[in-house]
């Protein structure tokens, strides 16, 4: 979860402005080295739309690849290891010495930096211990515990609460006791492990085209929406949160920070937040150091942070052995990857949670709706139900038994699938016939919807000169493609499955055609 501190193409640099004086988006003289000090502030516009970059071979980072990623940074000019004072800092303070360390890796044509294994590392051992001091939490940040919880509950969420706080850390500059955190986090410019930025930053135009027919544009709006209203709520913690913000001799949030820089900021902290698991509210939310954006994300590993009561710190024990120099992956829960995208700027092609959601309606202009309602009632379903579609899975048990419920016509036919089950019979031919049409129709349709085929999507991936953007929009619609074709493949093997998908995929059905009119409605 990066939290986008860019130096050159200055994410936070302009969402955490540095000195008061110099206005809230300018930022302090000498905050960074020589090669990496902040250009002179850009507009709004230009601070929302800076590229992730990069025309050059990206390596796909994950388990499967790491080998590549580790050749590809041995083989880039020499990068200087700035991020060592980060690591210095956090010892000074008390952190005991960690068997990981960061390591810039070349990816991208851009330096990314990455957690790693600092020594041969066994399954088992514990790799990473960081304090509870050294960790911001609601708790740390409102030093108040029932504070945290009041301003959490309906107005804003955690989130937006912990970004506001780094926002105006970050205008302390050097006096900031996160400094040297902010400096690193400041370095990943936002960027996930693949040298993406999370689809909230991408430039105007790119989500609905890099990721047309996509569900994860409709989730990209929506979240915006979100963030917006967050940010109209953020006057509400300034004036209730006292002592917080006795500490910052500056504006009200909404006139310190225009929404898009808070935007930035959310999206950033968003990327670097971790989620904590049996713990009170107020620490359920954790910004932990050499966490991520700095450690890998996997779909499939079994390490994760977790917080040691006894000890009052944040640990990760790894889950397999480690070669000194390999990246070290902690699991990032169960997220499909339109989430992690979305959060992250990652897509993770093992990820076992993908899923497609397909939506299912009985209209109430049913002649028979009230009693197909009532029905379902009985199996705890309603007359609006959500199916998950999934790679490598059958389709969803009850998906064909309420389609052949709703396609029923007759009283008759309802007694006859009283008992609704997962292994309803199939109803008539003709009625069956029309079940399958209806499903395969939806499922076509959805794919009809992508600008790209399959094929296009492959040769995105492997192109050398494709960007980081473009290549995990590319990776994430193969995948949703993929799911979608494998439930067409599905229906195919079913009764009379073949003819209903022959029929929709028919070169003389035009791709804009409107769908037939079923008694069901799916989407």
């Not at 005991?96 to 390591?103: A, W």
């Not at 939310?285 to 954006?293: D, I, K, Q």
Request: aromatic share 6%.
């Amino acid at each position: 979860m990066p939290m986008a501190f860019s130096c050159r193409h200055s994410s936070l640099r302009s969402c955490f402005p540095s000195n008061r004086t110099q206005g809230p988006r300018a930022c302090v003289k000498g905050l960074h080295p020589p090669k990496r000090v902040f250009s002179a502030p850009r507009s709004p516009r230009e601070h929302a739309v800076a590229a992730d970059t990069p025309s050059v071979a990206e390596q796909t980072y994950s388990e499967e690849s790491r080998d590549d990623v580790i050749k590809s940074s041995r083989d880039s000019p020499p990068k200087a290891k700035q991020a060592t004072v980060l690591e210095t800092w956090l010892q000074n303070q008390g952190m005991p010495k960690p068997r990981v360390e960061i390591q810039a890796m070349y990816r991208a044509n851009q330096n990314i930096d990455v957690t790693v294994a600092a020594e041969d590392i066994r399954a088992g051992d514990t790799v990473l211990q960081v304090p509870e001091h050294l960790i911001i939490t609601l708790k740390g940040v409102f030093e108040d515990e029932t504070v945290a919880e009041l301003l959490t509950t309906d107005k804003l969420s955690e989130l937006a609460c912990v970004t506001l706080y780094m926002m105006y850390e970050k205008m302390n500059g050097k006096k900031s006791r996160w400094h040297h955190y902010i400096k690193e986090l400041d370095r990943q410019r936002g960027r996930g492990q693949m040298g993406a930025k999370s689809p909230l930053l991408w430039d105007k135009g790119q989500v609905d085209s890099l990721l047309a027919g996509s569900p994860v544009v409709s989730m990209v709006k929506e979240r915006l929406k979100g963030i917006e209203r967050e940010y109209k709520e953020l006057d509400t913690v300034w004036f209730m949160a006292g002592s917080l913000f006795k500490n910052y001799p500056y504006d009200i949030p909404t006139e310190a920070f225009s929404l898009t820089l808070f935007t930035q900021a959310f999206a950033t902290v968003q990327a670097s937040i971790v989620h904590l698991q049996d713990v009170p509210l107020s620490k359920r939310f954790a910004l932990v150091p050499l966490g991520p954006p700095l450690l890998s994300y996997s779909s499939t590993s079994k390490a994760m942070l977790k917080y040691d009561a006894p000890s009052r710190e944040v640990r990760l024990i790894a889950d397999r052995d480690y070669k000194a120099g390999e990246p070290v992956f902690a699991w990032c829960g169960p997220q499909p990857n339109s989430r992690l995208l979305l959060n992250y700027g990652i897509v993770d092609e093992q990820n076992p949670n993908d899923k497609m959601t397909i939506t299912a309606t009985i209209p109430n202009n049913d002649p028979l709706f009230a009693q197909k309602r009532q029905l379902l009632q009985h199996h705890d379903m309603a007359s609006q139900q959500s199916f998950q579609l999934q790679r490598h899975h059958d389709l969803p048990p009850n998906l064909l038994p309420f389609l052949r419920l709703g396609h029923c016509s007759s009283t008759e036919g309802l007694r006859q699938r009283g008992a609704f089950s997962q292994t309803s019979d199939p109803l008539p031919p003709e009625e069956e016939a029309q079940v399958l049409q209806n499903l395969a129709s939806c499922l076509q349709q959805r794919l009809q919807r992508y600008r790209t085929s399959r094929e296009e999507d492959d040769a995105v991936v492997a192109d050398p000169a494709a960007g980081p953007r473009q290549k995990v929009a590319a990776r994430i619609l193969r995948i949703e493609k993929s799911i979608l074709s494998g439930a067409l493949e599905k229906v195919a093997r079913l009764p009379g499955g073949e003819e209903a998908v022959s029929s929709v995929r028919s070169p003389s059905k035009a791709s804009t055609a409107p769908r037939p009119a079923f008694p069901v409605r799916l989407v």
